[in-house]
């Protein structure tokens, strides 16, 4: 690996298609600083939650609210979708014709159902606790986990939408570079989707169901 393939920001196209490769290296990594930029938000969002994670306001607290099974399947869905958006990945890198193109729309189908999975998953327990009076407007945890979890839930919704748009270019447009590259775009959006959600998984949810 040559040195500009090692900094690379994102999936190496390498010898597969070099000028895909080469507009990717400052596309790619113009959206790695935006990723950075949402991570700041989502780090701020967690840094709320957690000094008002004691303002339950006498209401629900996370022990009352949280499931741990429900947000396990939803972390499983999540991290099982980075896996075939990968896969879809490689039949990208390796595509030869329209057998590739044809496995690289399954993968990306794949991701978007569970995508949408997830997002069934995680509205039916915001609805479950809901309807048990733990509200947003309840208290000051509630509003701060509401803040979290919902935007993070936008994301993946937005990604959904970014996966249907991807899946309609590609039988109009073909894998040229403009579509490769959204692609990788995605990808790193997708795979920081993830990340996010074991942080939530990890502070938010298995947290609270010990405090």
Same mark, same amino acid.
């Given at each position: =690996?040559?040195?500009?393939?090692?900094?690379?920001?994102?999936?190496?196209?390498?010898? @597969?298609?070099?000028?895909?490769?080469?507009?990717?290296? #400052?596309?790619?990594?113009?959206?790695?600083?935006?990723?950075? /930029?949402?991570? *700041?938000?989502?780090?701020?969002?967690?840094?709320?939650?957690?000094? =008002?994670?004691?303002?339950?306001?006498?209401?629900? $607290?996370? !022990?009352?609210?949280?499931?741990?099974?429900?947000?396990?399947?939803? $972390?499983?869905?999540?991290?099982?979708? #980075?896996?075939?958006?990968?896969?879809?990945?490689?039949?990208?890198?390796?595509?030869?014709?329209?057998?590739?193109?044809? !496995?690289?729309?399954?993968?990306?189908? *794949? $991701?978007?159902?569970?995508? *949408?999975?997830?997002?069934?998953?995680?509205?039916?327990?915001?609805?479950?606790?809901?309807?048990?009076?733990?509200?947003?407007?309840? /208290?000051?945890?509630?509003? #701060?986990?509401?803040?979290?979890?919902?935007?993070?839930?936008?994301?993946?919704?937005?990604?959904?939408?970014?996966?249907?748009? =991807?899946? *309609? @270019?590609?039988?109009?447009?073909?894998?040229?570079?403009?579509?490769?590259?959204?692609?990788?775009?995605?990808?790193?959006?997708?795979?920081?989707?993830?990340?996010?959600?074991?942080?939530?998984?990890?502070?938010?949810?298995? @947290?609270?169901?010990?405090?």
């Amino acid at each position: =690996m040559s040195g500009a393939d090692a900094k690379h920001a994102g999936l190496n196209l390498g010898d @597969q298609d070099p000028r895909a490769h080469a507009k990717a290296e #400052s596309d790619v990594f113009g959206f790695w600083i935006f990723l950075m /930029s949402d991570a *700041v938000i989502f780090a701020l969002l967690f840094a709320t939650y957690g000094v =008002m994670l004691a303002g339950t306001a006498g209401g629900p $607290t996370p !022990a009352d609210e949280y499931k741990i099974l429900p947000a396990f399947i939803e $972390t499983l869905i999540l991290l099982t979708s #980075s896996l075939t958006f990968g896969m879809a990945s490689v039949a990208m890198k390796h595509d030869d014709g329209t057998g590739r193109r044809r !496995a690289l729309l399954g993968w990306l189908a *794949v $991701t978007l159902a569970l995508g *949408v999975g997830f997002l069934a998953f995680e509205f039916r327990d915001f609805a479950t606790m809901i309807a048990d009076g733990a509200v947003p407007s309840r /208290s000051g945890y509630l509003s #701060s986990f509401f803040g979290l979890v919902s935007l993070h839930g936008v994301h993946v919704a937005a990604g959904c939408l970014w996966l249907i748009v =991807m899946m *309609v @270019q590609i039988p109009v447009f073909g894998l040229d570079d403009r579509v490769k590259i959204n692609l990788l775009r995605l990808g790193l959006f997708w795979h920081f989707l993830d990340i996010v959600w074991i942080a939530i998984f990890s502070v938010v949810y298995l @947290q609270g169901l010990i405090r």
